[in-house]
């Protein structure tokens, strides 16, 4: 049988037509595969002119590398990037100059963006390279150094879709991006399947996929390595107009990062809730899973299950002490702080913190040089956390020193000093552990102490708990203070 071919001229360039599909090469609109011409007028003639025709393919062709600055994705087309075809952002930083946060100039720019679309999909056997250490600054040991600026952080986000509606990622190589990588602000029924996203460890602020003000998301069957967050949920206060961050579901992803590879925050000035995470692998992280509220938005209806967590210590530099589950609620620092800026609602000097509650970890394995740890600036920030079939297995991987949590960015001191227990709880309400286990490595430092550690928890429930502390008949097996019924 034979496929019928139809050639067209559209806009002084040829189109093909397979099928009823009309597909736009963008080397017919001038675009050059020689990795230095920069291509981004011929790619947006190829996506204006498939857009004024109805939708369609825009086609980046197999084979070639394509160098481009910032162009836009317009409705109803599919970007497709051809087998062994490179996408390369470019290097000349003068190129970026639209925000990635609107009024908000000091955190990046965009690179590959679209703005109220419906019925995209972004697919192909090839990749889009953000071309990340191209922006950075001298590389240290742990980090790459961040460049100055004066107003407008050039730094791009690789792919940012504000408003979108039907919107599919899938079957793609992504890599390298400077800043985020994937920001999906504000859209209704999107899907990213069967990526891989494959970001610099040393990059700070690249995040993997950031799901911003967003309904009915699904992420699945995808691999994912960034220095920052891999996946991560949030309400940024620039996009406040598109409410909540509701339905969303995350299944069959692995994720290595050096600060927290699935983290819930900690932007967050509306509210997040309605979430599943289920059957993912975390490797080599910081942090393994992180609630972290600052802001007055709350996190609710949250379930975590059939996840392995392996996190261990790194640098300062990235936000985290190996926490393998990590659920705080504390207010962020005040606008005198480094932190604070566009984080604040306007015109305040201090923020609130909502709540977290009704949170579920269930057949969770850890593995890590830090325990669980729970807290919040008063008891009733953090309310109804269930721990069910959790493995706590700790064990000193590295040379770095521990003994400590990280609370940044937050009013309180940003590391609490003191010992490591395989659970550490301070300041909520309705904790239940059950049906869960603890084991110790091999020769473990003096800090290592409880299975449990309590303070000022109000209705703490322990069922069904095998474990005993890291010195036993040194070091008692529970530590509770102040514990109510």
Partial sequence: MFKFLFLTFFCGAVFIQAKGQSVF???????????????????????????????????????????TGPFELKSNITFEVGNNAKLLASPDESLYTQSAFRENKGEGTMWISGHN????????????????????????DDSYELKPFDIVDPRPHLLTIIGGRNIRIRDLTIRNSAYWTVHLVGCDDAAIDNITLLNSLKVRNSDGIDVDHSKNVRISNSYIESGDDCICLKNRREFAEFGVCENITVNNCTMTSRSCAVKIGSENMDSIRNVVFNNCIITESNRGIGIQNRDEGTVTNVIFSDIIVDSHLFSDVWWGKAEPIYVTAYRRATANHKDA????????????????????????????????????????????????????????????????????PSNADPFVQGSTAAFYLDNATGITIRNS?????????????????????????????DGHSAFPGKVKDQQIDNVLK
């Avoid at 390279?129 to 240290?140: A, C, H, P, T, Y």
């Fill in 25 to 67: 090469n963008i080397a017919d609109y001038g675009a050059k595969n020689d990795g230095t011409t920069n291509n981004a007028v011929a790619i947006q003639k190829a996506i204006d002119a498939c857009a004024a025709a109805g939708g369609g393919k825009v086609l980046v062709p197999a084979g070639g590398t394509f160098l």
């Fill in 117 to 140: 679309l419906e019925n995209v999909t972004i697919c192909g056997a090839g990749t889009l390279d953000g071309n990340g250490i191209s922006f950075m600054g001298k590389e240290l």
């Fill in 341 to 408: 800026g566009w984080r604040l609602p306007k015109g305040q000097k201090e923020g609130k913190v909502g709540k977290v509650c009704n949170i579920s970890f269930r057949n969770i394995q850890c593995i890590s040089e830090n325990g669980i740890y729970v807290s919040a600036e008063s008891a009733d920030k953090v309310s109804d956390i269930y721990f069910d079939q959790v493995s706590v297995n700790i064990a000193k991987t590295t040379a770095i020193p521990g003994g400590s949590y990280d609370r940044r």
């Fill in 437 to 465: 286990s603890v084991k110790w490595g091999i020769n473990p430092p003096a800090y290592y102490t409880h299975v449990v550690e309590a303070h000022k928890v109000v209705d703490l429930k322990i069922s069904q708990l």
